[in-house]
């Protein structure tokens, strides 16, 4: 960190490793909140991923004392049995892995659509530019829920299927977020070098836009699954989505709502789940936005 | 003026056009028989054939188009098996309850949320508005129907101070009102106190206080009416929201409105209602957009109404 050539007086502040991902990295270390939200949600994540191996038991094992009457926490079963006699903390562990793969995934898939339809949208302009406006016009005027209710009552509950109608919906919105910054950056002087260096548009797109998007597209990634995993939960607790006895976070609370008297903690945990997972990734992608783009802040 | 908006609803036309074409197409396009998609799923054989008939059914699809457009053009939405009257019929009685839900929402929302960013904006130590925004995040990373499921466990079966469910008095009204505003009274109070504290270095707060003005009367009378003009923005969006938003809590209390209707049709495999929530939920987005397209250009003199 220390200068190695400084000029008297004058301390030299540019650390040895001045990249700009470590640039990123240490301004992201400097929120302490967005760090903490990071490692709860390591831990979340971990947690999903290594299910089969820390879950106590088989998620859709029915244990005949719980049958019909939920067990409270005890020994034995850490989080209690849910009303069909199941390990709460097991299927717990399991639920989390259906919901953050089916957010990642319908995310990741809707952002990559995004950024290719968006930023060609910027890039290219003209009449490409007004149809792709006017399609993501048109899907931000379709009521989404409706049609997503349409969609998985024709089609039959599936992840894929839930996979498919979070990816329909989730694209135009950030389309159009990523065109805006496309047509910003269109602007500099860099493309403009580019362009009278008569290097072609593809070239100046896939290596000159793209990596200037790509920062964008992880902070928007991390902002979007909370919305996917909203989606994903709300189709299973309404029996739409991933069908049972496959346990994820929504169906958890379906299956739970008929004990809330009882058993309050049935709705509860798969619940405060799906909360801390979408306040940690809300606060994970604030920092990176802070991180990556210090200068401006609110989108 | 008025051509713009004989444009906008114009485009309104254009999209339910589009949005009709893309339903129809779904449903013809899905796996299994489209009559029975199209009757509903407790629908007998004679109500098939019925169907069939008067869709077309075997016919090319261009012509099967052109008899549900010219079916929905006089208002005929289909018929819904499942209640065993026309979906239009059922779809009004509908109405009543959502728009009634919609509007108290937002109602508390605002009269919550307001004073609350007023009060964080002036303790802006940054504990404070860290807090807040945490908070914040909190509820609205909570899903509607576990928040719905706590305010029903707390306030309507451990304390007893509200019905858990159903519809007829005011205070029926309650719990899935506040469901969905306390969420967004946080969201709003965010936004408002953001403004706020953006607005307090502008030369026209310097000069109020340079008058000699109370801190409180310079906050509601100087900065408040232009830090306001966003959050309204952002409620007039909400309401054409609400309307086709309010599916689950409406499910989740029982709430006979439409989306408690859609959802329970989406469940039963009862298509044409399902079907006819998607246009008038499209209606709606679009008039609720330019309606609140209109209401900012009334209230922020800054901003054009073009294109």
């Known amino acids: 960190m220390q200068a190695q050539a400084a000029l008297p007086g004058i301390k030299e502040t540019i650390p040895a490793q001045h990249t700009w991902l470590g640039g990123v990295w240490r301004r992201f270390l400097r929120q302490r909140l967005a760090v903490l939200a990071g490692v709860v949600l390591l831990a979340i994540l971990l947690s999903a991923l290594l299910a089969p191996v820390i879950a106590p038991y088989d998620p859709e094992k029915i244990f005949p004392e719980g049958l019909g009457n939920p067990l409270p926490p005890s020994d034995k079963f850490w989080l209690g049995t849910d009303g069909r006699g199941r390990d709460l903390l097991s299927r717990l562990l399991w639920g989390g892995r259906i919901s953050l793969a089916v957010g990642i995934t319908a995310s990741t898939i809707a952002l990559s659509i995004a950024v290719l339809v968006g930023g060609l949208a910027g890039f290219l302009g003209g009449r490409i530019d007004y149809i792709i406006m006017r399609l993501v016009d048109l899907m931000m005027s379709v009521p989404s829920f409706f049609v997503i209710l349409l969609l998985v009552a024709l089609l039959n509950p599936s992840p894929l299927a839930v996979i498919f109608v979070i990816v329909l919906f989730g694209w135009p919105y950030p389309a159009r977020v990523f065109r805006s910054e496309v047509l910003s950056l269109r602007r500099r002087d860099f493309i403009l070098a580019a362009q009278s260096l008569g290097a072609p548009a593809r070239m100046i797109f896939v290596r000159h836009l793209l990596p200037h998007v790509l920062p964008l597209l992880v902070v928007y990634l991390s902002l979007s699954i909370p919305g996917a995993i909203f989606t994903e939960t709300t189709l299973s607790y309404l029996g739409l989505g991933v069908p049972p006895p496959t346990p994820t976070w929504g169906s958890m609370v379906l299956d739970g709502q008929p004990y809330y008297r009882v058993a309050p903690w049935l709705v509860l945990c798969p619940g405060l789940a799906i909360m801390l997972t979408g306040v940690c990734f809300n606060l994970v992608g604030n920092g990176l936005r802070e991180a990556i783009d210090p200068v401006r802040k609110e989108r | ?307």
């Open chain 2, 1 to 307: 003026m008025i051509q713009y908006v004989a444009r906008r609803i114009l485009w309104i036309l254009v999209t339910l056009l589009c949005i009709s074409v893309i339903t129809f197409t779904l449903v013809l396009s899905a796996p299994g028989d489209p009559a029975r998609a199209l009757a509903g799923a407790r629908a007998d054989d004679l109500a098939l054939s019925q169907v069939r008939e008067q869709y077309g059914l075997d016919q090319p699809i261009y012509i099967q188009y052109a008899r549900y457009m010219r079916r929905l053009l006089s208002g005929d939405l289909g018929y819904s098996y499942a209640y065993n009257r026309p979906v239009a019929e059922e779809l009004a009685d509908k109405l009543r309850p959502t728009a009634l839900l919609a509007l108290s929402i937002i109602v508390v929302a605002v009269l919550m949320g307001i004073p609350l960013g007023v009060f964080t904006a002036q303790r802006n130590q940054s504990k404070i508005g860290q807090a807040v925004n945490i908070v914040g995040l909190m509820t609205i990373s909570i899903p509607a129907f576990v928040f719905g499921l706590l305010l029903i466990y707390v306030l309507g079966y451990s304390l007893r101070w509200f019905p858990i469910g159903g519809y007829g008095s005011i205070g029926h009204l309650v719990l899935p009102t506040l469901t969905v505003a306390i969420p967004w009274s946080v969201w709003y109070a965010n936004i408002l106190r953001t403004n706020l504290l953006n607005l307090a270095h502008s030369d026209f707060v310097r000069t109020a206080h340079a008058k000699g003005l109370q801190k409180w009367a310079v906050t509601l009378r100087h900065a408040l009416p232009n830090a306001l003009a966003p959050v309204l923005t952002m409620v007039s969006m909400d309401l054409a929201a609400l309307l086709t938003g309010l599916a689950i809590v409406e499910y989740v209390f029982n709430w006979p409105g439409i989306g408690w209707m859609a959802v329970r049709a989406a469940l039963s495999r009862d298509i044409p209602v399902v079907m006819a929530t998607v246009l008038l939920g499209g209606l709606f987005i679009g008039l609720g957009n330019l309606i609140a397209d209109l209401l900012v250009a009334r209230l922020d003199p800054r901003v054009q109404l073009d294109n």
